[in-house]
């Protein structure tokens, strides 16, 4: 339905041309029939588009431009002027209404029905693609007054000369932006280039970008502008958050996020059709209630899709930004940004889905350290600052998750429960069991699988430097004490610090764990873990093939030292650091298995203290040698003397 504001009577809306005090939609000089079909939808006072727009277009006949958000009520700031002015034949095409998508057609189309329910003979076709095109031809040959369509299917109906635009007297352009961004222009073109000069050009446009701009010169005439804000401003209802992640992590931050917005109902974007599909797809494997729409998908199933969705049966829409377009859901709670847009302004539509009506929104962005100054640039383009979040922890997300169960709990409607006579019959069975008892019996069952999935979870929040400054510090926790494990495999079975990760890695039990220093042998590995991961660890990895032969993994002497290993490496305790001994967290290597290159790997050329490939089996044989070797952290330059 048509997206409508309420504001009191002594409201005052600054406008870029004057102050106006908001009046009532009776006051804007509208029929009888129109307040008529208002009254029925629950309407009093506009918008502050609609109160400047409506007088504007039922006065003059002078071409205009709006700048205003999605979400504004911009279908009726049009479509009300239109309806009273237009003459109720029922047969020509008097309005063409252009739209950048089939949904925001359909929906408009849908909203001037409302709005003309009391106005006699006016009709409203809506034309897009993906529908049959001889059903919209039929229809058309029996007559419409407002036509609302794509630029793409208006212009094919054009070509078959079945929609003819000399009697058009009102051509409005509704969200002019994203038309021209999906590409449109050359039908835009084409359309504007049939209908008669004298028509009056109305403009909607969320931004004024060059291409729009070019659009009002070349075909409006002298056009009156109203602008409510500043151009390109973000809603101002909607708060912006950020978080900083590592590529390889992004999905698994994507998940802690959700975890602690159990009420969250919202639109996820991602870049292209694969992704989107791709990550709606493990959402659903790991219970989200979640669906995509993207291209591929049909007009049908898109339907039942959005159906769901404005009925919250669906919580996350996932999609692209070419899907999403013309969509429009009321009291969205967040917008998840997957990856920034490509092009920054395109982030102001996205983020303007949410924040309607008066309401509040969240626009989240899950960005890499390198974007964090795109994220800079678009605080500059909505004119409001990003707050700065970090990824929750296991413990964080855990005890939301009990939280939220345990509200659903309290507040489940025990009236519609199961019939009384099981219910007494099972509080019967359970009567032996105490109060207390009950309860941990409940956790164990139903929230322990909970604890179990998010202990041990790793830090996801990555450095970054911020444009001009120093780099962003990352929190690292020491390991104070530790407990050293043995495997049998060494360099001579060509094991190294990126096989030993593979190897951590391959077991769930394991994930999370901090690893400390390495000393890899001739025929044996050491390495320190926190104590309370040992016996788990030497559990989860003893007898696992690697190589075609089984690990056998034991707990070294306590008093094992880690001397100058015959491949000088710095011990660095930093996380990022590049095949140094140093510590590492979350039992993670930097790419993770066999036959993948690895930042500091053996055998592998790279930056951080690992020497190029070429020297691989020179090292081998040289190791089983038992002689000790001098070699630089930096790779093959020659050591100094």
Known sequence: MVPICYYSADKIQISTNNIIIMKTFKELGLSAEIMKSLDDLGFVEPTPVQGEAIPF????????????????????????????????????????????????????????????????????MPVYGGERIDLQIRTLKRGVNIVVGTPGRVHDLIRRRVLKLGTIKWVVLDEADEMLDMGFKEDLDAILGETPEERQTLLFSATMSKSVSNIAKKYMKDAHEISLGSKNIGAENVTHEYYVVNSRDRFEALKRILDC?????????????????????????????????????????????MGRFKKKQIRLLVATDVAARGIDVKNLTHVINY????????????SGRTGRANQSGISVAIVGA?????????????????????????????????????????????????????????????????????????????????????????????????????????????????????????RKQRFDIKALFSLINSSSKLRGIEVGEINLMPEATIFAVEPRMADVA??????????????????????????????????????????????RKGGRSPRG?????????????????????????????????????????????????
């Open 261 to 305: 917005l159990p009420g969250v109902y919202g639109i996820l974007f991602c870049r292209t059709r694969r992704e989107t599909q791709d990550i709606a797809d493990k959402l659903r494997q790991a219970n989200y209630e979640v669906e995509a729409i993207h291209g591929e998908v049909s007009q049908a199933i898109r339907t039942k899709i």
């Open 593 to 641: 298995s066999y036959g993948e290159k690895v930042s500091g790997g053996y055998g592998e050329r790279s930056r951080g203290g690992g020497s190029g490939a070429s020297r691989s089996r020179k090292r081998s044989n040289n190791a089983s040698s038992g002689k000790p070797r001098r070699s630089s952290p930096f790779g093959n330059k020659k050591r100094n003397k």
């Open 370 to 490: 390198s974007e964090v100054r795109r994220v800079r640039e678009i605080e500059r383009i909505i004119g409001k600052a990003f707050e700065k979040k970090q990824v929750p922890e296991g413990k964080d997300v855990y005890e939301k998750l009990v939280d939220n169960f345990v509200d659903t709990i309290k507040h489940s409607d025990i009236e519609e429960s199961t019939d009384e006579k099981y219910v007494s019959e099972i509080i019967g069975k359970l009567k032996s069991i105490t109060k207390e008892n009950l309860i941990r019996h409940f956790v164990a069952k139903e929230l322990t699988p909970l604890f179990e999935d998010h202990k041990n979870t790793r830090d996801l929040n990555a450095s970054f430097r911020e444009p001009g400054k120093a780099r962003e510090p990352r929190e690292r926790k020491e390991m104070t004490n530790s407990v050293n494990l043995q495997i049998d495999l060494g």
């Open 57 to 124: 277009v039922l006065k003059s006949e002078q071409d205009l431009v709006a700048l205003a958000q999605t979400g504004t009520g911009k279908t009726a700031a049009f479509g009300l002027p239109i309806l009273q002015k237009i003459s109720p034949d029922g047969r020509t095409p008097q309005a063409i209404i252009l739209a950048p998508t089939r949904e925001l057609a359909i929906q408009i189309s849908q909203d001037i029905r409302d709005l003309a329910k009391h106005s006699k003979g006016v009709t409203v």
């Open 339 to 350: 990856n920034l847009p490509d092009n920054n302004e395109a982030y102001t539509h996205r």
């Open 538 to 583: 030497i559990k989860a990895l003893s007898g696992i093939d690697v190589k075609g032969r089984k690990v056998k993994i034991t707990k070294a002497d306590d008093s094992v030292s880690y001397p100058k290993s015959n491949y000088k490496r710095s011990r660095s305790t930093s996380s990022s650091s590049g095949g140094g001994y140093g510590k």
